[in-house]
């Protein structure tokens, strides 16, 4: 774990996030840490010490959204920012998030430990509500950043308690100044666990992403006619739940033979009545589908909208939401490549199915993601888990690419 005369400590990196974990632990020990919660401001509280505690800037603008800075020896110049974010979502686990933020503490602690001199500033950020399990939708400080969610309507947006967003961030002492937002760097990196079984499986060290895949939402609604179930012979009746299984399995069918590494859900399903002695006369079900080629996720919606007119009842597919591939920038890529070539992990070029901050901030300032392997695949679950020694990896590879990136850009 070197980069020069450079070396993660992963006995420090590995208590930083143990004590993280502690704030918010559940009986299980996972963590659930919702934004802006009593548990979400203690730890933004922990990070800001931290940072202070090693002479760095720190600042939170209009949303929350926190900034660590180290002055290089040129702080004119754009900095390179690290990080993720502190929150989680209820039950979650111990390194979704937390772990691009303590590792871009170690990074710069191994900075400071050997008086390295930097080209330019170097920072870390820990962006506001990035799962969105409070507060509707995910990623939210950062598309609004980027320009992808008006910042009046989010401000709005309420918890299960009736509590609003623009309260919250009020409340929690961490709303400053709009000057403060993310508006110029060279590069932002964002180490992350994987929260999927591909590197684990395939006994890699680290993934190096070279995007997040595009993906498609829609509603498939199916109108029967409601009857009663005892008295109404098959052939007679108009059962919406019926012909929703009919559907489903031409849509599963299809899906199946448009390319190995397409994924979709079935995630969400309603029956109406929902009574046992009546006939179903509606249903409703959600189905996403997720590729990086873009080409690929229109076969999928011409599928969807096809189903409509192949259906045994009435229906209509609506297309609730969508994104395209936001492709990472290659140099910053190519870095990452060559930073875990040198250490000699092992790796390999890979795609995000999750969604996360760097997606939106790639689309203002050059970004990169770097993946560890996540035990079993899980994710957002207490028995999440990312070994010790595959944490420091990672911030080794992200302390070797930051080192590298102030002497090129």
């Known amino acids: 774990m070197k980069t020069g005369n450079l070396r993660i400590n992963r006995d420090r990196l590995m208590n930083t996030l143990r004590d993280f974990a502690k704030i918010g632990e559940t009986k299980n020990k996972g963590v659930t840490r919702l934004a802006l919660s009593k548990e979400d401001i203690q730890a933004r509280t922990y990070f800001k010490d931290q940072c202070e505690a090693l002479g760095l800037t720190v600042q939170w603008d209009d949303l929350g959204n926190m900034y660590a800075l180290l002055s290089g020896k040129n702080p004119d110049q754009p900095p390179i920012y690290m990080g993720s974010h502190l929150d989680t979502v209820?039950?979650?686990?111990?390194?979704?998030g937390v772990l691009g933020v303590a590792a871009g503490l170690e990074v710069i602690r191994v900075i400071l430990d050997q008086g390295v001199e930097l080209n330019r500033p170097v920072g870390i950020i820990?962006?506001?509500?990035?799962?969105?399990?409070?507060?509707?939708?995910s990623m939210m400080a950062s598309g609004i950043v980027a320009g992808k969610f008006d910042v009046s309507t989010m401000t709005k947006k309420i918890d299960q308690s009736g509590v609003t967003f623009g309260d919250a961030l009020e409340l929690s002492g961490f709303k400053g100044s709009r000057a403060h937002r993310l508006n110029q760097a060279a590069a932002f990196l964002e180490l992350h666990i994987e929260q999927g079984p591909i590197l684990e499986q395939l006994q890699l060290d680290i993934g190096v992403v070279e995007c997040v895949v595009g993906m498609c939402c829609y509603e498939i609604e199916i109108?029967?006619?409601?009857?009663?179930?005892?008295t109404t012979p098959q052939s007679l009746r108009k059962d919406a739940l019926t012909a929703a299984?009919?559907?489903?399995?031409?849509?599963?069918?299809?899906?199946?033979?448009?390319?190995?590494?397409l994924v979709y859900t079935i995630g969400r399903f309603s029956v109406s009545p929902n009574i046992h002695t009546v006939i179903p006369n509606k249903v409703v079900f959600s189905i996403e589908a997720r590729h990086k080629d873009e080409a690929v996720v229109k076969q999928v919606?011409?599928?969807?909208?096809?189903?409509?007119?192949?259906s045994p009842l009435p229906s209509k597919a609506t297309k609730l939401w969508g994104r395209h591939t936001v492709w990472f920038d290659e140099e910053i890529v190519e870095q990452v490549e060559e930073s875990t070539k040198a250490l000699h992990y092992s790796y390999k070029r890979m795609v995000s199915g999750a969604g996360h901050d760097a997606q939106f901030i790639a689309?203002?300032?050059?970004?990169?993601?770097?993946?560890?392997?996540?035990?079993?695949?899980?994710?957002?679950?207490?028995?999440?888990?990312t070994s010790w020694e595959a944490c420091a990896n990672g911030a080794s590879v992200l302390l070797e690419t930051i080192y590298k990136l102030t002497n090129k850009l």
């Open 301 to 310: 919606e011409t599928i969807l909208t096809d189903i409509t007119n192949e």
């Open 245 to 261: 299984n009919y559907c489903m399995n031409i849509l599963h069918d299809r899906l199946a033979q448009l390319d190995s590494d």
């Open 90 to 96: 209820k039950k979650g686990g111990r390194f979704d």
């Open 363 to 385: 689309g203002i300032i050059p970004t990169a993601m770097i993946f560890v392997p996540s035990a079993d695949g899980i994710s957002h679950a207490e028995n999440e888990y």
């Open 223 to 230: 109108t029967g006619q409601s009857n009663h179930a005892g």
């Open 126 to 137: 820990n962006f506001t509500n990035e799962e969105g399990a409070r507060f509707e939708p």
